[in-house]
């Protein structure tokens, strides 16, 4: 019964390790392109500037506005 465990989690964290293609360097560039809303709209741009995002620093994220820190 446990060898059988075992397999079953090997098979499905194999199946985790799937690769994507990798899209153009145009259209990289165009995805992250932020364009301004329409006057009298607003926009929200959320991004993670570590692979393991809010969860590296235990759940803590800052909220930034231009580059003035306005939530811890």
Do not use: Q
């Amino acid at each position: 019964m446990l060898k059988r465990v075992f397999v079953l989690a090997l098979v499905l964290s194999l199946g985790a390790c799937a690769s994507v293609p990798m899209s153009s360097d145009a259209e990289d560039s165009a995805d992250k392109r932020f364009e301004p809303p329409a006057a009298g709209r607003s926009a929200l741009y959320i991004y993670r500037e570590t692979i393991f995002g809010v969860a590296a620093e235990k759940g803590r994220a800052s909220v930034t506005a231009g580059r003035r820190v306005i939530a811890n």
